[in-house]
């Protein structure tokens, strides 16, 4: 029996990760943009992703004033990219703690049934750049995420907009310990949210796969 499934979608504008974030000086974590686990994601690291996503905004346009424009509607791309990055790991430690397990059958399902909703392979990535920031080669990291924090809210019998998948992620995130450098902002822990944005960083799609996930 087919279903139709929600997808969480990830936005590029992350506004309510999943929490905790303490301020990281760059003395203590010289070159880092933040550190979740005890591994560092540097600033070339993040400077790469940012870069990704210009190189997809030029290639999707057919002249410069519409790369300024899809520049100028990003400004805030390397900082809501960094969220990105810490938030994928964040819900994939309360996946783990969670017994969540995603497998690529799964995430290719996911990719089918957007693809027939979104008009075929080349449209679902355009959608996804230009809604979500993700570029195309980012794409079924990104379906990942969304697996998993969908598996994760069924075993906690929940939905990904109630408290009980949020504690989880904050609980995941202080066992990361994540920390975060203050030039890219703090996360207000009790909120579960970016502390200077007010856009949810959840986009609800629904998306029929072409077969039943297991």
């Known amino acids: 029996m087919h279903r139709r499934r929600t997808a969480l979608v990830l936005s590029a504008v992350i506004a309510a990760a999943a929490p905790l974030l303490t301020a990281?000086?760059?003395?203590?974590?010289?070159?880092?943009?933040?550190?979740?686990?005890?591994?560092?994601?540097?600033?070339?690291?993040?400077?790469?992703?940012?870069?990704?996503?210009?190189?997809?905004?030029?290639?999707?346009?057919?002249?410069?004033?519409?790369?300024?424009?899809?520049?100028?509607?990003?400004?805030?791309?390397?900082?809501?990219?960094?969220?990105?990055?810490?938030?994928?790991?964040?819900?994939?430690?309360?996946?783990?703690d969670g017994g969540v397990a995603v497998s690529r059958k799964e995430i290719q399902q996911?990719?089918?049934?957007?693809?027939?909703?979104?008009?075929?392979?080349?449209?679902?990535?355009?959608?996804?750049?230009?809604?979500?920031?993700?570029?195309?080669q980012r794409l079924d990291d990104n379906l990942r995420l969304q697996v998993e924090g969908h598996k994760l809210a069924t075993a906690l019998n929940t939905d990904t907009s109630k408290p009980a998948f949020w504690k989880a992620l904050s609980t995941a995130s202080k066992e990361l310990h994540v920390d975060l450098n203050p030039r890219y902002g703090t996360w207000d822990v009790q909120k579960s949210s970016r502390v200077d944005a007010k856009t949810p960083w959840v986009r609800e799609v629904t998306a029929e796969p072409s077969e039943q996930t297991t």
């Open 24 to 96: 990281c000086g760059s003395d203590a974590h010289p070159g880092a943009a933040a550190v979740v686990g005890g591994q560092r994601i540097t600033v070339s690291q993040l400077e790469t992703r940012v870069n990704e996503v210009r190189k997809a905004q030029r290639a999707a346009v057919q002249n410069d004033a519409q790369y300024v424009r899809a520049i100028a509607s990003t400004g805030g791309l390397t900082r809501e990219t960094l969220y990105g990055m810490v938030f994928d790991q964040v819900v994939h430690r309360a996946a783990q």
């Open 110 to 136: 996911m990719r089918a049934g957007l693809e027939e909703r979104a008009g075929g392979a080349t449209a679902l990535e355009a959608s996804w750049l230009a809604q979500y920031g993700v570029p195309p």
